[in-house]
């Protein structure tokens, strides 16, 4: 006699839940909508073995606090969190960030992947707050009034 299904509940989110895997992926992202995340650490694997058997080593996941899964860099993420928090890992930690799915060409193919926007920007260097000075606009008369 075959044995009845568990119970369960009805699902309606993302289907990456049903992966068993630490990593998160675009599966685990509603495509078209953002989401925030804050770094909770960055975290240096010497050696990941990934889907049919492919290795790489020192891979850098970044954990979210409140979140499961960890995202690994790759090196378009890697160069986004460079250039707003500085190369410094432990700069990226306590960060805010938003979470996207895109389309992307990898091994020839146009696949969904996970992309990283900055939320708020690192603070600029004496050198790019004084640049920034010279980039105010010059006043340029007074504003007509609105006729009532």
């Known amino acids: 006699?075959?044995?009845?299904a568990p119970v369960g509940k009805e699902y309606?989110?993302?289907s990456g839940i049903g992966r068993d895997s630490?990593?998160?992926?675009a599966e685990d992202l509603v495509e078209g909508r953002d989401v925030s995340a804050?770094?909770?650490?960055v975290v240096l694997?010497?050696?990941v073995t990934f889907e049919a058997g492919r290795k790489k080593t020192n891979c850098i996941g970044i954990k979210f606090v409140g979140k499961e899964r960890v995202l690994l860099l790759n090196a378009t993420n890697r160069k986004t969190l460079n250039r707003a928090f500085g190369n410094i890992t432990k700069l990226w930690k306590g960060?805010?960030?938003?979470?996207y799915v895109a389309d992307v060409q990898f091994g020839g193919e146009t696949v969904k992947?996970?992309?990283?926007?900055?939320?708020?920007?690192?603070a600029a260097t004496a050198g790019e707050a004084l640049l920034a000075e010279d980039d105010e606009?010059?006043?340029?008369?007074?504003?007509?009034e609105q006729a009532s």
């Open 1 to 4: 006699m075959d044995k009845p």
């Open 12 to 14: 309606a989110g993302p």
């Open 22 to 25: 630490i990593w998160l992926t």
């Open 38 to 41: 804050e770094i909770a650490s």
């Open 45 to 47: 694997y010497p050696e």
């Open 95 to 99: 960060q805010l960030i938003t979470l």
């Open 113 to 122: 992947a996970v992309r990283i926007r900055a939320q708020k920007s690192r």
């Open 137 to 144: 606009p010059a006043p340029t008369g007074t504003p007509v």
